[in-house]
């Protein structure tokens, strides 16, 4: 099977989708690429590249450059959606959700329960996250429990590049408005991706690791950290449940009780704040619906409550690390009542 | 087409560096399982066996009985399949030792088993059933190939440790699949999570209780109530809080000794560990020992050893005296300066005394040579520099080894009595006890002495109970008499 990257398997996925359906479209900053500047259109394919090669093949009138109007975006997808058309809007920065907040909350996520299921909202909100890339405070936030708490949208979090690609085709044709988080540290992984159309349904969560110890579950890129301690740990005899839920909404529950249920040890972990998180969410589902079966407090390893420090050394300490994932198995395994 | 594989020298432990083969348990040709016992090595510490890290036929014999081999030296060659002696020959000639011994495993270190490293194959998944239901039989078991069946993870894992074919199970779960609780449903059994984590487990031990009135003990009020709702005895707290009062942590640790758990940590053998337990272990259980013991009056060594230091200016312990006082001992009694060797009983012409000295993490004995022959300010300076050089680690293989008698003196720590196991392949051991004034009767009368208690262990094949009584008595006549070693 060949080899593709995060980057390459997302922009496989919109290609792929606007050949199948020319009610596909994209709309977003940059994303006809190098507009505005001295070079070709398509020079770069958008900020990050995810988009390249799709306006030379699709023409502007299904990649629509924007200016920088958040807002605008992502109201203009909301009411194509409605007329029928699938659009793919890109936010470049999840960051950005306060300046469209609004025509994604208020409107998109509504339309179908307001006007009693007469109207569908086909459009999906493609947006990059996640630190580590000495974006700063402005640039490098993962807003998916903001996303998350609201009834109406579904949220995914790729976490590798197959992932990537069939989340995003479930995604354009799914008809609701749907977040798809990119965790901006994957584009450069890669794994084995196939060339053809498939498809991997939302709710469904993937066990990356079994065991029988500890369950680990992990939102974006945290989840592949996670895989990291386990296999460590594994060489000592302890074993993990590694658990990526792929989407925060809907979220499987029942995988994660599950399994919690045969380890009675939990260790959650995000790259978003401590309060009101996605891990925070979860660990209230577990000692909501599977208290009995916990043989250890519910651990959280989540990023600090404080913006996203711009110096290296305290970017780094802001985040989740595996050093932080591994001490809170330890915890969660030491934990004598 | 064969593959052969080298077998070397392993490193049991940090310090070893070669070791001598005792004997090879296979022979050239005969075929190896892993884990199969091949070769026993001998180090300046221990004899174990070495095990094959490879299954084949061993095709050729490199060390040889009697060798002494650095760690990671070729031991003899493993090929699977068919190999010609060229290619033995071939490949003894390309081999380059590592010496960290890494290719073949001791005996006794297996690793620790590896769960799921490999993402494309998540295996070894031990699944925790507490209620341990038997593997399902007959019709849930019975079905076509279920992987396609749509189940969850953890549905699949148990449908699979039971022997449970997914096509039997009604699905209940989200969208339509089979979950924890569906497999359970039709296996009848249930799944829940181990009590206690297959690592850092506790032990119990049932704790002792008090009963006796605790109004008088100083705790803080949270306290207080905590342990009267535990029902803890402040008795049974060590109270560590401010002003010595017990605190709610000392509560909620009493607490958890009272509830069985106890935190223990598992510490790995060291090289020494692992000689101490394997030489003792053979000593206790092949050797019929037997114990003698005497009291011995000390007052007069006392005198004289103050006069000695004080007024000398010797630093001689009264360690020294018995070391002195055994090798006088041994010389007029010399059946018990023997070792037994199964064919023969060996007797020693001079007295070289090993004396127990305890390290960090063990004991070492170190051995004053030919203690007979030396004075006792000159036993005094060698013991003493043993016993220093043993705490730091730096005695050469040469000031441990061999010795003929041993002397363990836990003197120091106040002990009335105690007995020793002997240090093989030596025949007695001599354990000194503290000198303590005690009451005596002397005649008619009752009179106060300074007495040390002795123990002599002795290997009842090579020394019979009269021979030691002899050997006491005489010990006991150099101890009371010093002068007398002048003799």
Request: negative net charge; aromatic residues 4%; glycine residues 8%.
């Given at each position: 099977m060949p080899i593709k990257t995060y980057r390459q398997a997302i922009n496989e996925a919109m290609a792929q989708e606007m050949r199948l359906n020319d009610k596909v479209i994209i709309i977003g900053e940059d994303v006809a690429g190098?507009?505005?500047?001295?070079?070709?259109?398509?020079?770069?394919?958008?900020v990050m590249g995810v988009t390249k090669g799709l306006f030379p093949e699709f023409g502007e009138s299904r990649v629509i450059d924007t200016p920088i109007t958040e807002s605008a975006i992502m109201g203009a997808a909301a009411g194509a959606a409605q007329t029928g058309l699938r659009p793919v809007a890109?936010?470049?920065?999840?960051?950005?959700?306060g300046v469209c907040f609004d025509q994604i909350y208020n409107q998109a996520a509504k339309f179908r329960y307001m006007f009693g299921g007469k109207v569908e909202c086909p459009m999906v909100v493609r947006t990059m996250a996640g630190a580590?890339?000495?974006?700063?405070a402005q640039h490098?936030?993962?807003?998916t429990q903001m996303v998350t708490m609201v009834p109406g949208l579904k949220v995914v979090c790729p976490t590798n590049a197959y992932d990537a690609k069939g989340l995003l085709i479930t995604a354009i044709r799914d008809n609701d408005c749907v977040i798809f988080v990119e965790?901006?540290?994957?584009?450069?992984t890669s794994c084995e991706v196939p060339d053809e159309v498939y498809t991997i349904p939302f709710g469904e969560a993937n066990f990356l690791r079994e065991g029988s110890d500890v369950t680990i579950v992990g939102i974006s890129n945290t989840v592949n950290k996670a895989v990291a301690v386990a296999d460590r740990l594994a060489e000592e005899g302890i074993s993990c449940d590694v658990?990526?839920?792929?989407?925060?909404?809907?979220?499987d529950e029942e995988a994660i009780i599950e399994s919690v249920e045969t380890t009675g040890r939990l260790v959650v972990v995000d790259e978003?704040?401590?309060?009101?998180g996605v891990a925070a969410d979860i660990s209230s589902i577990v000692a909501e619906k599977a208290f009995g079966a916990l043989r250890a407090p519910i651990r959280k390893v989540t990023a600090?409550?404080?913006?996203?420090?711009?110096a290296p050394a305290l970017e780094d300490a802001w985040m989740p690390q595996e050093s932080d994932i591994e001490a809170a198995v330890r915890e969660v395994l030491g934990y004598t009542r | 087409m064969s593959t052969l594989h080298a077998l070397t020298v392993p490193k049991?432990?940090?310090?070893?560096?070669e070791g001598e083969i005792?004997?090879?348990?296979v022979s050239v040709g005969d075929k190896l399982a892993v884990g199969d016992e091949l070769v026993d090595i001998e180090t300046s510490k221990i004899i174990n066996a070495a095990e094959s890290p490879f299954a084949g036929t061993?095709?050729?014999?490199?060390g040889e009985a009697g060798q002494t081999l650095k760690v990671g030296s070729l031991l003899g060659v493993i090929a699977q399949g068919d190999a010609t002696d060229a290619e033995i020959n071939e490949f003894i000639a390309a081999f380059v030792p590592d010496?960290?011994?890494?290719?073949l495993a001791q005996a006794s270190d297996a690793k620790a088993p590896v769960a799921a490293t490999a993402e494309a194959a998540p295996a070894a998944v031990r699944t925790p059933a507490v209620?341990?239901?038997p593997a399902a039989t007959g019709a849930?078991?019975?079905?076509?190939?279920?992987?396609?069946?749509?189940?969850?993870a953890v549905a699949r894992r148990i449908a699979k440790a039971h022997n449970i074919?997914?096509?039997n199970v009604p699905a209940t779960g989200r969208n339509g699949r089979v979950s924890k609780h569906d497999v359970e449903q039709a296996g009848g059994i249930r799944i829940v999570a181990q009590a206690?984590?297959?690592?850092a487990t506790g032990a119990s031990n049932e704790p002792q209780r008090s009963t006796a009135d605790d109004s008088h003990i100083a705790s803080t009020p949270v306290a207080r109530r905590m342990a009267r709702t535990l029902n803890?005895?402040?008795?049974?707290v060590t109270p560590t809080g401010k002003r010595g009062r017990v605190s709610k942590e000392d509560i909620e640790r009493s607490a958890v000794s009272a509830t069985g758990v106890a935190f223990y940590r598992e510490q790995k053998l060291s090289g020494m560990r692992k000689t101490i337990a394997a030489r003792l272990s053979e000593s206790k259980q092949t050797i019929p020992h037997y114990r003698v013991s005497v009291d011995i009056e000390i007052d007069s060594l006392l005198q004289q050893r103050a006069y000695m230091n004080k007024t000398l200016g010797h630093k001689i312990s009264v360690n020294d005296f018995v070391i002195k006082a055994c090798a006088s001992a041994l010389a007029q009694?010399?059946?018990?300066?023997v070792q037994y060797t199964g064919e023969c009983i060996r007797q020693f012409d001079q007295a070289d005394i090993s004396m127990a000295v305890a390290v960090k993490g063990g004991l070492i004995t170190p051995v004053i040579r030919?203690?007979?022959?030396?004075?006792l300010p000159q036993i005094a300076a060698e013991s003493s520099d043993l016993a220093r050089r043993a705490q730091a680690g730096s005695l050469a293989v040469e000031e441990f080894e061999g010795g003929t008698f041993s002397i363990s003196n836990l003197g120091m720590y106040g002990v009335d009595q105690f007995d020793a196991i002997i240090n093989?392949?030596?025949?007695a051991i001599l354990a000194v006890a503290a000198g303590v004034k005690k009451p005596i009767v002397r005649g008619d009368s009752i009179a106060a002495a300074t007495v040390m208690r002795v123990s002599l262990s002795a290997d009842h094949r090579a020394i019979d109970g009269a021979v030691s009584a002899q050997f006491l008595q005489a010990l006991k006549g150099f101890l009371e008499n010093p002068a007398s070693m002048l003799l």
């Amino acid at each position: 099977m060949p080899i593709k990257t995060y980057r390459q398997a997302i922009n496989e996925a919109m290609a792929q989708e606007m050949r199948l359906n020319d009610k596909v479209i994209i709309i977003g900053e940059d994303v006809a690429g190098g507009a505005g500047c001295d070079g070709e259109r398509d020079a770069y394919g958008g900020v990050m590249g995810v988009t390249k090669g799709l306006f030379p093949e699709f023409g502007e009138s299904r990649v629509i450059d924007t200016p920088i109007t958040e807002s605008a975006i992502m109201g203009a997808a909301a009411g194509a959606a409605q007329t029928g058309l699938r659009p793919v809007a890109e936010l470049m920065f999840m960051d950005f959700l306060g300046v469209c907040f609004d025509q994604i909350y208020n409107q998109a996520a509504k339309f179908r329960y307001m006007f009693g299921g007469k109207v569908e909202c086909p459009m999906v909100v493609r947006t990059m996250a996640g630190a580590g890339l000495r974006g700063g405070a402005q640039h490098s936030q993962n807003l998916t429990q903001m996303v998350t708490m609201v009834p109406g949208l579904k949220v995914v979090c790729p976490t590798n590049a197959y992932d990537a690609k069939g989340l995003l085709i479930t995604a354009i044709r799914d008809n609701d408005c749907v977040i798809f988080v990119e965790d901006k540290f994957l584009y450069e992984t890669s794994c084995e991706v196939p060339d053809e159309v498939y498809t991997i349904p939302f709710g469904e969560a993937n066990f990356l690791r079994e065991g029988s110890d500890v369950t680990i579950v992990g939102i974006s890129n945290t989840v592949n950290k996670a895989v990291a301690v386990a296999d460590r740990l594994a060489e000592e005899g302890i074993s993990c449940d590694v658990i990526d839920p792929r989407t925060t909404s809907p979220l499987d529950e029942e995988a994660i009780i599950e399994s919690v249920e045969t380890t009675g040890r939990l260790v959650v972990v995000d790259e978003m704040t401590p309060r009101c998180g996605v891990a925070a969410d979860i660990s209230s589902i577990v000692a909501e619906k599977a208290f009995g079966a916990l043989r250890a407090p519910i651990r959280k390893v989540t990023a600090a409550h404080s913006p996203i420090p711009f110096a290296p050394a305290l970017e780094d300490a802001w985040m989740p690390q595996e050093s932080d994932i591994e001490a809170a198995v330890r915890e969660v395994l030491g934990y004598t009542r | 087409m064969s593959t052969l594989h080298a077998l070397t020298v392993p490193k049991w432990g940090m310090s070893m560096e070669e070791g001598e083969i005792t004997e090879w348990r296979v022979s050239v040709g005969d075929k190896l399982a892993v884990g199969d016992e091949l070769v026993d090595i001998e180090t300046s510490k221990i004899i174990n066996a070495a095990e094959s890290p490879f299954a084949g036929t061993l095709v050729r014999v490199v060390g040889e009985a009697g060798q002494t081999l650095k760690v990671g030296s070729l031991l003899g060659v493993i090929a699977q399949g068919d190999a010609t002696d060229a290619e033995i020959n071939e490949f003894i000639a390309a081999f380059v030792p590592d010496a960290s011994g890494a290719s073949l495993a001791q005996a006794s270190d297996a690793k620790a088993p590896v769960a799921a490293t490999a993402e494309a194959a998540p295996a070894a998944v031990r699944t925790p059933a507490v209620s341990a239901a038997p593997a399902a039989t007959g019709a849930l078991s019975q079905g076509p190939d279920d992987t396609d069946v749509n189940a969850s993870a953890v549905a699949r894992r148990i449908a699979k440790a039971h022997n449970i074919n997914l096509h039997n199970v009604p699905a209940t779960g989200r969208n339509g699949r089979v979950s924890k609780h569906d497999v359970e449903q039709a296996g009848g059994i249930r799944i829940v999570a181990q009590a206690v984590a297959s690592v850092a487990t506790g032990a119990s031990n049932e704790p002792q209780r008090s009963t006796a009135d605790d109004s008088h003990i100083a705790s803080t009020p949270v306290a207080r109530r905590m342990a009267r709702t535990l029902n803890i005895n402040l008795n049974d707290v060590t109270p560590t809080g401010k002003r010595g009062r017990v605190s709610k942590e000392d509560i909620e640790r009493s607490a958890v000794s009272a509830t069985g758990v106890a935190f223990y940590r598992e510490q790995k053998l060291s090289g020494m560990r692992k000689t101490i337990a394997a030489r003792l272990s053979e000593s206790k259980q092949t050797i019929p020992h037997y114990r003698v013991s005497v009291d011995i009056e000390i007052d007069s060594l006392l005198q004289q050893r103050a006069y000695m230091n004080k007024t000398l200016g010797h630093k001689i312990s009264v360690n020294d005296f018995v070391i002195k006082a055994c090798a006088s001992a041994l010389a007029q009694v010399p059946e018990v300066n023997v070792q037994y060797t199964g064919e023969c009983i060996r007797q020693f012409d001079q007295a070289d005394i090993s004396m127990a000295v305890a390290v960090k993490g063990g004991l070492i004995t170190p051995v004053i040579r030919n203690a007979g022959a030396k004075g006792l300010p000159q036993i005094a300076a060698e013991s003493s520099d043993l016993a220093r050089r043993a705490q730091a680690g730096s005695l050469a293989v040469e000031e441990f080894e061999g010795g003929t008698f041993s002397i363990s003196n836990l003197g120091m720590y106040g002990v009335d009595q105690f007995d020793a196991i002997i240090n093989l392949p030596q025949a007695a051991i001599l354990a000194v006890a503290a000198g303590v004034k005690k009451p005596i009767v002397r005649g008619d009368s009752i009179a106060a002495a300074t007495v040390m208690r002795v123990s002599l262990s002795a290997d009842h094949r090579a020394i019979d109970g009269a021979v030691s009584a002899q050997f006491l008595q005489a010990l006991k006549g150099f101890l009371e008499n010093p002068a007398s070693m002048l003799l």
